[in-house]
C-alpha cells in the first residue's frame, strides 16, 4: 500500500514526464529524495552572503577612490549585480555548467533555464537545482566587478556596461566551465584535475588578469603618481572590507553545497587566512613606512581572504596560516614595491590583491592540501603528491594567458565602438556628474 506522500510523488511523475530532458541527471524521485531542508536552508544563507559581497565591494572600492568618483564606482558595481544576473539566467548558466561541448565551454540547453526546476543535480545532490544556479550566479556577479579596481575613475559607463556583459560571456563561463563544469578539461570532474573550491581560477586570477589587461590598454589617469588624492572615506573603505569579509563566509564555506564539517573546516581557514594576512600587510607598512595604517590592514585581509579561496575547501589549519602569511607578504610586495617601480596605475590594486592573491593561492593549494580536510579532495606536494602542485600550475598558466588576451581584445574591440576612456574633462570633473549627472556629497574635489 503506497503511503499518501509516495502517491502525490508517484503521480507528480507521472505528470511531469519523468525521465525526460527536464529531469536529467537521475530522475525525478531520485532528486527531490536526496534534497534535504537543512542543506537548502544554508545554501539559501550563503548565496545571500555571496550577494552581499558585491555591495561590500562597492563601498570598499568607494571610499577609496575621491570624492568626484564614488558613486560612480557604485554605480558600476550595482549594474553588475542586476546585468550579469540577467545574463546568468539566460545564457551564463548554460555556458558555464550546462552539458560539455568539447571540453571548452557548456552547450546552450539550459538557456533560459530550460529544464532546471527544483530537483537536485549532479553538482549539488543534497540542494535543488535552481538554488544551485542562484548560489553561482553571484560569483559570476562579483567577478567582473573586482576589475573596476583596476580602471577606477577614468573608464566610460557605457563602455563598462558593453565590456561587462560580453567579458561574462566569452571570459567567465567558459573559465568556470573549464574548471567547475562536468567535462571542462582543467577540473577534477573529468579534466586534467586542477582543484579550486570557491574560484581563485575562476574569479580572482580570471579577474586580477583582466584588470592588469584594462591597465594597459586604458593607461594612467592624469596625474599619476605623484598627484592623485588619498583615499577620501577610509571609514567606508573599512565598512567595504567587513562587507567583503562577511559575505566570504558564503563564498567559501558555501562551496561546500552542504551543512557539513567541509563548510566549517572552510570557514574556519577563510577566517583565519585573511587575520594572518591583515596582521602582516599591516606589520610590513610599520616597519617600511614607520606607522601601521588601517588602509595596509584591510587591503591585507582581503589579499589573504583571496589567497585561501582556493584551496579553502581542502587544506587543514596550518595551510590557512602559511597561505595567509604567503599572500600578506607576496601582495605587500606587488602593490607597495612592484606597482610603484613599473608605475602601472592599478587604481585599486586589483590585479595586485585579486590576481596576485589568486595565483599564490592556486599554487598553495596543491601544496598544502590534504585528504585529512576533505577525504574526497586530494593530497598536495606536503602531503606526498608533488603531481597536484604542477597542475595547479599549468592551471594557473592556462588560465592566466587566456582571460589575459581575451581581455585585451575585448578591450580594443569595445574601445573601438565606444572610447573606453572618458575625456580628459570629464576625468577632471569628476565620472559622478560626467557620467551619471550626479553627486555624492561633494559636487567637485
Not at 224 to 239: D, E, K, Q, R, Y
Amino acid at each position: 500500500m503506497l503511503s499518501r506522500g509516495r502517491l502525490w510523488l508517484w503521480l507528480s511523475v507521472a505528470l511531469l514526464g519523468a525521465g525526460g530532458s527536464a529531469w536529467a541527471d537521475g530522475g525525478m524521485i531520485e532528486a527531490v529524495s536526496s534534497v534535504t531542508a537543512g542543506d537548502t536552508a544554508w545554501m539559501l544563507l550563503a548565496s545571500a552572503l555571496v550577494m552581499f559581497m558585491t555591495p561590500g565591494l562597492a563601498f570598499f572600492y568607494g571610499g577609496l577612490v575621491r570624492r568626484k568618483n564614488v558613486l560612480s564606482i557604485l554605480m558600476q558595481c550595482f549594474m553588475a549585480l542586476c546585468l550579469i544576473s540577467v545574463q546568468w539566467v539566460t545564457l551564463g548558466y548554460s555556458l558555464s555548467f550546462g552539458p560539455d561541448l568539447g571540453g571548452f565551454v557548456g552547450n546552450l540547453d539550459w538557456m533560459g533555464l530550460k529544464g532546471i526546476g527544483l530537483e537536485a543535480s549532479s553538482y549539488a545532490p543534497k540542494i535543488p537545482h535552481t538554488l544551485f544556479v542562484i548560489f553561482q550566479m553571484m560569483f559570476a556577479v562579483i567577478t567582473p566587478g573586482l576589475i573596476i579596481g583596476a580602471f577606477a575613475e577614468r573608464m566610460r559607463f557605457s563602455a563598462f556596461c558593453v565590456f561587462a556583459l560580453l567579458w561574462a560571456t566569452l571570459v567567465y563561463d567558459p573559465v568556470a566551465h573549464w574548471v567547475w563544469g562536468k567535462g571542462g578539461f582543467l577540473g577534477t570532474q573529468g579534466g586534467m584535475g586542477a582543484i579550486d573550491f570557491a574560484g581563485g581560477i575562476v574569479v580572482h586570477i580570471n579577474a586580477g588578469m583582466a584588470a592588469l589587461a584594462a591597465v594597459l590598454i586604458l593607461g594612467k589617469r592624469k596625474g599619476f603618481p605623484t598627484a592623485i588624492s588619498p583615499p577620501h572615506n577610509l571609514p567606508v573603505a573599512v565598512l567595504g572590507a567587513a562587507m567583503l569579509w562577511f559575505g566570504w563566509y558564503g563564498f567559501n564555506a558555501g562551496s561546500a553545497l552542504a551543512a557539513d564539517g567541509i563548510a566549517v573546516n572552510a570557514f574556519l581557514v577563510t577566517h583565519i587566512a585573511g587575520a594572518v594576512a591583515g596582521i602582516v600587510w599591516c606589520v610590513l607598512d610599520w616597519i617600511k613606512f614607520g606607522k601601521p595604517t588601517t588602509l595596509g590592514m584591510i587591503t591585507g585581509a582581503v589579499a589573504g581572504l583571496a589567497a585561501v579561496t582556493p584551496g579553502s575547501g581542502f587544506i587543514a589549519l596550518n595551510g590557512a596560516i602559511w597561505i595567509g602569511l604567503g599572500s600578506g607578504v607576496i601582495c605587500w610586495i606587488a602593490v607597495t614595491a612592484f606597482k610603484a617601480k613599473y608605475e602601472y596605475d592599478d587604481s585599486l590594486d586589483a590585479f595586485g590583491v585579486h590576481g596576485i592573491g589568486g595565483i599564490w593561492g592556486t599554487i598553495a593549494a596543491g601544496i598544502w592540501a590534504t585528504k585529512a580536510a576533505n577525504p574526497n579532495g586530494v593530497d598536495g606536494l606536503l602531503y606526498g603528491n608533488p603531481a597536484q602542485l604542477l597542475i595547479q600550475l599549468k592551471a594557473v598558466g592556462i588560465v592566466a594567458v587566456y582571460a589575459f588576451v581575451a581581455s585585451l581584445i575585448l578591450f580594443k574591440l569595445v574601445d573601438l565602438v565606444i572610447n573606453l576612456r572618458v575625456t580628459e574633462q570629464e576625468e577632471r570633473v569628476g565620472l559622478d556628474l560626467t557620467q551619471h549627472r550626479e553627486a555624492g556629497y561633494t559636487i567637485i574635489d
